[in-house]
């Protein structure tokens, strides 16, 4: 081999390392510690941060708003259908609860910024009415945010959502209605919304001002199930239903080609995400019109495959911190978060519902019950026995290892 | 309470593939008082995947280097089975397959020196044995730097049975390759694997582009059956099996130093943890403007040496779940290098300091070479560039998104012209990473991926020699893309190594030394 020249060629490794030396010597000796990547990294996902609630209200009878100011000024930037994980107190317990965002996106880019969350009073989260009972104007809370894939991705979704909503899973589509009628978010929405009575709709005036602003844009149809006041759709949301508004607003016809029919999003509780799935395949939208969002795991009761026989068992669950242990008691039909939290033991959950994978815990031995809806754990994961804690459940006593917090 | 034990011998920053295989370099040579922290939740930093309504996404890895079939198994691919980490590899189809539309080109190499050479050959008749012939020299010079990167020698010794590898270490791959005097089709042709190493032809050193070169085509590339997840995973439980502690969301802020001597870490939480040694994955950049505490302790020639040295390439990267088969979509190959301007790696560097569009694309479905990665009836798709920090510096929060979408539909597009594959209509999953998604995931500095430019005035060869004069502070070893052997996930295994060499040496010379002196008493 010859390239240059035989004794260039052999001087070719002192060559470049006299070229690196003076690279070297080249270089500024005054520190540069700036990192523009990291600093942008860190403001779209500043993790736990304090806020001040600034405003309460009722958004129904049966729902609050709370409006939560950075005490640091900053809110980083979200997109509708993203959900805020709340840091609460709780005794000794620090309790990690997620909710959607009701707030639209440019509220948080205001000169004062803020969010909001929508709660429905003595829904049974582990902590019923926990904000209606503990927080007043000025109290400060620990929230970390945005978290969840549950937005309009334009290069997925069509330019007309059909959200369908049950209770107060209204609030991401109320998030998304403020956003268009503000100009931010320029697609069309049509929302299929069920409640109860029409003194549960949750956030009714505000998507009523957002219909108000953009008549041809945003589009609400309330369906009551129980409600003989009311003079507009009754019963539950069904396909007849969906069908019939997604076609008058939507464009939507069964033969409508995958890639150009409306994209169906829901948000709601999980005994109506069964029957919506259900009603999206018979429908036949595809899978890339469909989306959902990830709630929270329902009562074993509603779980598929859950071993009832279990229920009521408790068990011993040793739980390994850093070279730290702990035994505490983990009943049978309560996901191992739960019982974590009931130890005051903390554990980072976001979504609850398996499907982020914050939450994901060693299995050092014994046996669990993972609930399969909204499994979100990687394959090797389950082959090496990892779980997320949020949606697993004892079935005998238990080892685990857990990061410190 | 206590978390931690007092005191550990080894501190490993990073649960990514150099800090796991750190750990298992460790304890073959009995070093086994190792505390591994890592910021995220989950091991191999950048060798990851994540799910998105059930379906599980490779995350970053194209191709895996020196793994090597079972019967010639490659440097990384030894190391594994000798640590007992049984990895389920796959082998990819071919090597790749180079599309150059403005010239016509349109080839497909498989690997296999002569394989490769005969492609070449239908397509340019009479070139095949050139084409071998250079390969040869690359696995040469291939082999040769494998051997003294654990064998030292004298410069003489070198000569005599090195040649190859001594006469072409001071020279780019396009100085080396100039004297074979290909057409310049065949030279782009044997182009695409360079933004492997991220840097241009013109300035890469020889050696790294022969490496890259005999590797990927001697052996064939591999991908684990369970997603680059399997292979961390599979680290992670062998280096605790050894009894490593390995501690998740353990963001390690600050190295402690005194005397000019490693002391022990604290961690974002606040615990203090003393050692003899870090092993350090954050950049070189971050540990000596940031990390180091006292500040004082770090020498004037570290931050020289951070300032001086180029950082190499971050990523741009597209990942997509389609909701049809690749073969009804009309993908037909698993890696695909795109030139859809031009093939002159000097100009598509320039490109790479702006934010786009992209026109050099990397095109990988997994599903061709892992079938059943995702879902019947489906495939998962990405289109990759490998840009510079540069065109990100002043990215705005409030347009980031925007931003990330405008990226991602020029890349898509671009992959639908040269293709003439429709990918919009199919994407039922969609994630897009960027320098900051790598800041924020793994932590590294502004968000790279492949350490410093392997650019001749920075050559692996010349690091190799300088290794004594890059040491700054007694006890700290680097082990990532930033370390010497750079960026890739096979050569972060053997940076991990090196790392692990270096303590387990100081620990016998302080044992000889101790040894020495108590005979003396």
Known sequence: MKVKGFLKDVGGASRVTKMRQELIASGSPIPDPKDPIRELADLLHPGKQQFTVTEIREASPTATTYRLSPVNGHVPV???????????????????????????????????????????????????????????????????????????????????????????GITPFASMAKEIAHGKLDIDLTIIYGSVKHTDIVCGYELEEA??????????????????????????????????YAAKFAGFTKDTNAAHGPSFFFCGPPVMFFLIDKIMKEMGVPMKRFRHDATAQPAVKLIPGFPMDQVGKTYKMT??????????????????????????????????????????????????FVSPLNDGRRAMDKELGWFHACSAYPTSDLKIKIPII | MKFYKDHYDVVIIGGALAGLSAALQLQQKGINDILILEKHNLPGGLATSYVRNGIEI??????????????????????????GVDIDWLKVPEAYRFVEPKKGIDITLHSGFE?????????????????????????????????????????????????????????????????????????????????YVGNPMSTLPFTIYAFLMADYFRGGSYVPKKYSHEMSMKLQAKAEENGAQVEFCQEVEKILV???????????????????????GAYPNKVYTQMI??????????????????????????????????????????????????????????????????????????????????????????????????????????????????????????????????????IVEIEVSTPVTIAHYVGAWKGSIYGYSHSIDDHAVARLQMKEDDHFIEGLEFAGAHAISGNGMGPAVTNGRAAAKAVIDDVAKKAASAGGSKKKA
């Open chain 1, 78 to 168: 979200f997109q509708s259908g993203q959900y805020v994980n709340f840091y609460l107190t709780v005794g000794d317990s620090v309790l990690t609860r997620a909710y959607s965002i009701s707030s639209a996106p440019y509220e948080a880019r205001l000169a004062e910024p803020y969010f909001e969350v929508t709660i429905r009073h003595n829904v049974h989260y582990l902590v019923p009415d926990w904000f209606l009972d503990n927080v007043k104007v000025g109290t400060e809370i620990t929230a970390a945010l945005p978290f969840g894939q549950f937005l309009y991705e334009p290069l997925r979704d069509s330019d007309h959502i059909v959200g369908i909503a049950g209770g107060s």
């Open chain 1, 211 to 244: 219909r108000k602003v953009a008549p041809d844009k945003i589009h609400v149809v309330h369906v009551m199930s129980d409600d003989d006041e009311w003079d507009g759709e009754k019963g539950f949301v069904t396909r007849e239903i969906i069908e019939k």
């Open chain 1, 319 to 368: 739980v390994v911190r850093g070279i730290h242990e702990d035994v505490i008691d983990a009943a049978a039909d309560e996901p191992v978060a739960v019982s974590l939290e009931r130890a005051a033991i903390p554990i980072d959950t976001h979504c609850r519902g398996g499907e982020c994978g914050y939450c994901r815990t060693q299995l050092l031995s014994g046996d669990i």
């Open chain 2, 58 to 83: 490779e995350a970053t890895l194209h191709e895996m280097m020196s793994i090597g079939s079972k019967e010639d198994r490659l440097k990384v691919g030894v190391f594994f089975d000798e640590c």
């Open chain 2, 115 to 195: 394989t490769m050479a005969n492609e070449i050959d239908a397509q340019y008749p009479g070139w095949g044995p050139k084409v071998l012939e250079f390969m040869q020299l690359c696995n040469r010079v291939y082999d040769s730097m494998n051997t003294l990167s654990v064998t030292p020698m004298s410069k003489p010794a070198m000569l005599m049975k090195h040649p190859d590898f001594v006469k072409t270490a001071g020279y780019t791959a396009v100085e080396v390759i100039d004297t074979f005097g290909f057409p310049q089709d065949i030279i782009d042709i044997l182009t695409p694997y360079w933004i």
């Open chain 2, 258 to 280: 005194k005397d000019g001597k490693v002391t022990g870490v604290r961690t974002r939480r606040g615990d203090v943890i003393n050692c003899d040694y870090v092993i350090c």
């Open chain 2, 293 to 426: 505490e006292p500040l004082s302790e770090v020498p004037a020639g570290a931050i020289k040496m951070v300032n001086g040295r180029r950082l190499s390439v971050t990523t741009a990267s597209v990942m997509m779940v389609l909701d049809d088969t690749a073969e009804n979509l009309g993908i037909e190959d698993y890696n695909i290098f795109s030139a859809g301007e031009t093939m002159d790696t000097d100009k598509i560097w320039e490109q790479g300091k702006t934010t786009g569009p992209y026109k050099y694309l990397t095109s990988i479905c997994l599903d061709l070479a892992n079938p059943g990665a995702t879902p019947e009836g489906m495939c998962q798709f990405s289109i990759t560039n490998l840009p510079l920090v540069q065109g990100f510096l002043d990215l705005k929060e409030e347009d980031y998104y925007d931003f990330k979408r405008k990226m991602a539909k020029e890349m898509i597009e671009e992959y639908e012209r040269v293709s003439g594959i429709n990918i919009h209509d199919h």
